[in-house]
């Protein structure tokens, strides 16, 4: 029997500045609030644009709008091997 928790779980992928807290929004702005990000839907496209963007320390993370849980996988001090 599945595991229901009652509600759909949605995840996105965030890039999040690690100085200043701030969240990747469309057209690169940015913001406090996960909520506004950018979806990158995977880890290996939010690293991408994160070093595009020659963002110096940075996190990448799971982000789950409904219960606004987030998980960091990734990041600037990452060897490419997102851990969990």
């Not at 009652?6 to 609030?33: H, K, N």
Request: glycine share 6%; hydrophobic share 40%; aromatic share 10%.
């Amino acid at each position: 029997m599945p595991f229901n928790l009652g509600f759909d779980a949605v995840m996105r992928i965030l890039i999040q500045d690690t100085e200043s807290r701030l969240y990747l929004c469309p057209r690169s702005c940015w913001s406090d609030d996960a909520r506004d990000a950018t979806d990158f839907c995977f880890t290996a496209h939010a690293r991408s644009v994160a070093q595009g963007l020659r963002l110096k320390q940075f996190h990448i993370l799971m982000y789950f709008p409904e219960s606004d849980h987030r998980i960091v996988v990734g990041g600037s001090a990452d060897t490419g091997v997102a851990r969990v």
